[in-house]
């Protein structure tokens, strides 16, 4: 079945594509015209399970400091795309501070509702509303898109530098972890948002408390910063971070 791109573009103000290989992800993004060697920013985590009480304080976090820093550097933010969590604290930031950066959301085509297209999926997520772009990719279940938005951020940066924050989660988080360091991006995990941020911070600082925190610490670098630092604070650990 066709995907309804057109419709989504009318409902949504976003440009969208739908790819089932690499090369057609890299081909189409590339028609986008973003810019070649555009750094990249990926948010991956928690779409649900955030604790009530620290939802505002990351609110706040992307309106204050995430949002103007992708603005005011150029950088494109690449996340899951759906109206939940983090997804949704960008979408909203990026909107409250009128944001013009690319902000690009990568879905399972089977996991989300579509306009005129309502997934089969009892569990099927709307699209957050706020994002620029959407890249459609094959799949029913979550995590599909796991390795195609860490591909995503890599076809976006090209040479430039990206990074990977991961806030709160579950187990797709994991795969997205890994995903991100198979694409050789340095991550920051955000200590005091929960669960596997949290597990791979205590990781970081020598508590392991699950084998896949050990592995993934192997294998890539891997930062962190707590959850209520000041925008300053993670201003200058972007700043530290995509310098490298």
Not at 46 to 66: H, K, N, P, R, Y
Not at 181 to 188: D, L
Not at 207 to 234: F, V
Request: charged residues 15%.
């Amino acid at each position: 079945m066709q995907l309804p791109l057109d419709k989504i573009h009318d409902q949504y103000h976003a440009q969208a594509i739908a790819v089932d290989s690499k090369p057609q992800l890299f081909q189409q993004i590339d028609q986008w015209q973003l810019g070649s060697a555009k750094p990249t920013l990926v948010i991956v985590g928690g779409a649900g399970g955030i604790a009530e009480e620290d939802c505002q304080t990351l609110q706040d976090l992307f309106i204050e400091c995430v949002a103007p820093w992708a603005e005011s550097h150029g950088l494109a933010v690449v996340d899951g795309g759906t109206d939940a969590g983090i997804m949704r604290f960008i979408g909203v930031a990026r909107q409250t501070i009128q944001g013009t950066f690319p902000l690009i959301g990568v879905i399972a085509e089977g996991t989300v509702n579509l306009p005129e297209r309502p997934s089969s999926n009892p569990y099927a997520a709307e699209l957050e509303p706020h994002h620029s772009h959407f890249v459609l990719v094959p799949g029913g279940e979550w995590g599909d898109e796991s390795p195609w938005l860490a591909s995503t951020a890599t076809a976006i940066a090209g040479d430039a530098p990206s990074l990977t924050f991961v806030i709160n989660g579950g187990n797709i988080t994991w795969q997205d972890i890994q995903c991100s360091i198979n694409e050789s991006r340095a991550v920051v995990t955000f200590q005091g948002s929960g669960r596997t941020a949290d597990v791979l911070a205590e990781a970081l600082h020598g508590n392991i408390q699950d084998e896949r925190a050990e592995n993934i610490l192997q294998q890539g670098k891997i930062h962190s910063i707590s959850m209520n630092s000041t925008p300053a604070q993670l201003q200058l650990l972007l700043e530290t971070l995509f310098q490298q």
